[in-house]
């Protein structure tokens, strides 16, 4: 069903299109008497496709065209008009209109123009969501407070050389804000990532440092290490709670001296590398436990920005379920999918504790093998989630936030929960949360960020 604006000064007119859009397309509409109180209704309502008669007093069809455009409203219009002027339609075009059509013609032929219309603008708007979420310079995906703090924060120390360590539970996007702080540093270098955690304890400094020919049995050929590599660019030391003993004082001693000797060598190459550091692990308490060196720690945690785990913004559920998803239909070679808001306010009331993002990804993955539905229901979600989100239904999250942010995170969770139950209408979710008008509810969004792309 789609929400049709029928712009006519001629009541009886619009009533007889109304009725016979209803009956023949099963379209709900809108009516306007004039230009100025289709823009109006334009503003506030998600109207899937406009009927602009182009003969009307005060504000005609084509000024309503140009006002569309000069205000970025991107609705597909088509005019009708019953003088049958060829020149008065291609003009329209001309301003925007995607097609005209006579006030002589069969209805059909009327509702087939508007089921078209609205084809055409989903696809356009799915070719831009892809787009979008294709590019992989695409920043953090997520606007709730938490993140904007985060985003915040990272823009802050991006540009500052010194090291910077990221803190956050596994799988909560650690190297996607190592990839931004990168992306967002202005530097000239590439971005060389290291995995201390996925490499043998006797490969890491030679990895990191690189190493002489014959440094070692095996050194055939000199290596460079990642500093160099990295030159006048970022080093991300991911699973940095994992690196040896011995490779923590020699980073140490790079670090403090800008510096480093390959393995085996003897000469000193300097490095300009800006470091970041990841982990999972609590380094206070490695450093306690005599796993991790303190002055290590000291030197690393200068900055630190910390990625805050999905349960305290599952406001962010329904974006980062959509970016996935394209994501993941994209990958697979697979035709666009969606899901239900049904299976959305599932997802959002499940609590995300053990791989945070990577686990939303992982369960969207095998959702869409498991189902063939174009928009996956609740009963595609895996039966486990379903249960413990049944089970969960309060999103308090364990880290320690203010009165403010908790409050701001509840209300975004809230309005968009409501928002997906009812389509983005405005007008009915406002009245579905018992807000005063439309207006409330846009103003809410707004402080949110809320859009629907
Ligand atoms: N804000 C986000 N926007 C888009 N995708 C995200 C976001 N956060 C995480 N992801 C996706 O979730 C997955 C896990 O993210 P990432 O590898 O950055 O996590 P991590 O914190 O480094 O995990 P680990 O501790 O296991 O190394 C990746 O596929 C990543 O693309
Ligand atoms: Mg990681």
Same mark, same amino acid.
């Given at each position: 069903?789609?929400?049709? @604006? ?11 299109? +109304?009725?016979? @859009?209803?009956?023949? &397309? ?24 406009? @009927?602009? %008669? ?5 504000? %005609? ?28 339609? #291609? ?5 925007? *209109? !995607? ?32 787009? $979008? ?12 407070? #938490?993140?904007?703090?985060? +985003? ?17 539970? =596994? ?17 000239? &270098?590439?971005?060389? #990532? ?25 050194? !055939? ?40 000797? $390959? ?6 190459? *300097?490095?300009?590398? /800006?470091?970041? *550091? ?10 306690? *436990? ?30 980062? !379920? ?18 239900? =808001? ?11 504790? $053990? ?16 189902? %063939? ?17 049944? +089970? ?15 409050? +701001? ?36 969004? /707004? ?7």
């Amino acid at each position: 069903m789609s929400v049709v @604006l029928i712009v006519d000064d001629a009541p009886v007119l619009a009533e007889q299109y +109304a009725y016979d @859009l209803k009956r023949l &397309g099963g379209h709900e509409t809108l009516a306007a008497g004039d230009g100025r109180e289709a823009l109006d209704l334009l503003a506030r309502e998600a109207v899937d496709c406009v @009927l602009l %008669d182009l003969e009307m007093p005060g504000m %005609d069809g084509f000024e309503v065209l140009r006002q569309l455009e000069q205000r970025g409203i991107k609705v597909p219009v088509i005019v009708y008009t019953g003088t049958g002027n060829y020149d008065r339609c #291609a003009q329209a075009i001309r301003l925007g *209109a !995607v097609s005209f059509i006579d006030k002589a013609e069969p209805m059909e032929r009327v509702t087939q123009e508007i089921a078209n219309a609205v084809e055409r603008q989903r696809l356009v708007r799915e070719v831009a969501a892809l787009r $979008r979420d294709l590019d992989t310079d695409a920043p953090l995906v997520g606007s709730s407070p #938490a993140m904007q703090k985060l +985003a915040d924060a990272i823009g802050r120390v991006a540009p500052i050389p010194s090291p910077l360590l990221i803190v956050g539970e =596994s799988g909560s996007g650690k190297e996607i804000v190592a990839r931004e702080v990168h992306r967002l540093s202005g530097v000239r &270098g590439p971005l060389v #990532a290291i995995n201390s955690a996925a490499l043998p304890h006797e490969l890491v400094e030679s990895e990191l440092f690189g190493h002489e020919r014959g440094a070692f049995t095996g050194a !055939v050929t000199l290596r460079k290490g990642a500093f160099e590599a990295a030159a006048h660019g970022t080093l991300f030391l991911d699973e940095i709670g994992e690196l040896p003993a011995p490779a923590q004082a020699k980073l140490l001693r790079v670090l403090e001296q800008r510096q480093v000797t $390959r393995v085996g060598g003897t000469r000193t190459i *300097a490095v300009d590398a /800006r470091v970041v *550091a990841a982990t999972n692990r609590d380094l206070g308490a490695e450093v306690a *436990a005599g796993r991790f060196r303190e002055d290590l720690l000291y030197r690393l945690n200068v900055h630190v920005l910390a990625v805050p785990p999905l349960r305290d913004r599952l406001s962010d559920v329904p974006e980062l !379920v959509r970016h996935l998803l394209a994501a993941t239909c994209a990958r697979f070679g697979m035709r666009p999918r969606t899901l239900a =808001s049904s299976a959305v306010e599932c997802l959002m009331t499940y609590d995300w504790r $053990r791989n945070n993002v990577r686990e939303l990804r992982n369960i969207l993955e095998r959702m869409l093998i498991a189902s %063939d539905a174009d928009d996956m229901g609740i009963a595609d979600v895996p039966p486990e989630i379903r249960d413990e989100s049944a +089970a969960h239904r309060v999103g308090t999250g364990a880290t320690p936030q203010t009165f403010h942010e908790l409050k +701001a995170e509840a209300e975004r969770q809230i309005v968009i929960a409501a928002l997906g139950r009812h389509d983005w209408h405005i007008t009915r979710t406002a009245e579905a949360l018992g807000l005063a008008d439309h207006a409330s509810l846009l103003k809410i969004m /707004r402080r949110h960020g809320i859009s629907r792309e």
